[in-house]
């Protein structure tokens, strides 16, 4: 069997909310976080390696929540499990004075560069994506034939994917007639109203179609894509001034720059399932409800595993 690979980018879990990780919080009544969900989901569609992207400093509270468990749910499925550490100074030359940010997205991928040589899937830890998101990822990346000069991204219908707590950044994308993103525009304070969206810019709300394609920051990579984000990454340190501290080398950003250079192909596969997780902490209530509905309704079975 062809392995396929489900990289899962939670160095940043917990830096949002202060002490504690509340991504790591459970979500339903069997102690399941939503972290288990990806990864029910990404078995059952065929993902046969998993590869978590932590930070060193949270790597024992990790393990104790989600990481030991899920290895011995993946071993029982055949599925192999590694861990790499997204570490502030493994960069091309010296760690400018003060610097405490993380490196973006960007980096982060390109850490896993010596344990993944497969087509891969790229997803936040903290958010639910559903089940036909990993179906069609898949699909795509185990295709008998694959460009290296082409990916691809998972994009949700904006509607189901905001939040009733405040606003949102969402990749707003351009597919062409072929299925291709055309452009994809990062677009900040995205809120939701009865009747529809709308982007708040200082005093004016400018009205958005909630039927819009976005990016949930979910791409189809292949092992190629790695010399492409060190030979970027090289040049995105070189090029940042040393006084500039938060300077981030970002995957949507990378990828952008790629498609106006016309240097990439992005197939655009799409989701109808709702997308939610975690961007402020008064979700978490809303999360719980969205996946016991789920339950509910037969989608998932009560204990995951």
Known sequence: MKTTTLLIMAAGIGSRFGTGIKQLEPVDDTDHIIMDYSIHDAIEAGFNHVVFIIRKDIEKEFKEVIGDSIASVCSAHDVTVDYVFQDIKDIPGT???GRTKPWGTGQAILCCKDVVDSPFLVINADDYYGKQAYVEAYEYLT??????????????VLKN???????????????????YLADIVETSNIEKYESGAAVHKGEEYISIDIESS?????????????QILESGFEAFVANTPADNL???????TIIGDLLAEK?????????????????YKEDKDSVVSELQALIHAGVYPKKLF
């Open 95 to 97: 760690l400018p004075e």
């Open 143 to 156: 295709r008998e034939t694959t460009s290296k000069d082409e990916i691809c991204m998972v994009s949700f």
């Open 161 to 179: 994917t905001l939040s009733d707590n405040g606003g949102v950044t969402r990749g707003v994308c351009k597919v062409n007639e072929n299925g």
């Open 214 to 226: 976005v990016s949930m920051n979910m791409w189809g990579l292949t092992p190629e894509f790695f």
């Open 246 to 252: 938060k300077a981030e080398y970002l995957l949507p």
């Open 263 to 279: 240097k990439l192909a992005v197939k655009v596969l799409t989701s109808k399932d709702k997308w939610f997780g975690v961007t």
